[in-house]
């Protein structure tokens, strides 16, 4: 998926470039469009090709495809990994944090355990799309 943003800011060494999102192919479709162009979010894209880049620049990213691929497999399967393996382990898990023995370990406590593996799981991949990382950012394409 291309992407257009806006150049804020380039480090000293023209690698690292700090973006505010324009326009995205997504957005063709998007009822909150408006919403986002206001909010503006800001983020690091690469400059691997070494474009001459100035502050108020609008440039066409996207991101590296093994990298999507990646990221859509792990939103996925990370979050029902874990919820069948607490599913699974429930009894165990509540022995390792000293729970109470007399527990009866029924399906409602499993259910609500992988529930809660999930919804953990659910918060980590949340976190981890919305942070900072390098090797996952964005690569500047074209300068327009």
């Not at 894209?45 to 990213?61: H, M, P, Q, S, Y």
């Not at 355990?113 to 919305?130: D, I, Y």
Request: with cysteine; aromatic share 10%; net charge positive.
């Amino acid at each position: 998926m291309l992407s257009f943003a806006r150049v804020l800011s380039v480090s000293h060494d023209s690698q690292k470039v700090t973006l505010a999102s324009v326009y995205s192919s997504a957005c063709v479709n998007c009822p909150s469009i408006k919403v986002c162009r206001r909010s503006s979010k800001t983020f690091t894209a690469l400059n691997i090709n070494g474009f001459d880049l100035k502050e108020g620049n609008i440039v066409k990213i996207a991101q590296k495809t093994p990298v999507r691929v990646l990221l859509g497999i792990c939103a996925l399967f990370f979050p029902i990994t874990v919820c069948a393996l607490a599913l699974v382990f429930s009894p165990k898990i509540f022995a390792a944090l000293n729970l109470p023995a007399t527990i009866h370990f029924s399906e409602t406590i499993r259910f609500l355990t992988g529930f809660l593996g999930f919804m953990l799981a659910e918060a980590a991949v949340f976190a981890f799309s919305r942070g900072n990382f390098i090797p996952l950012a964005p690569i500047i394409k074209q300068k327009i």
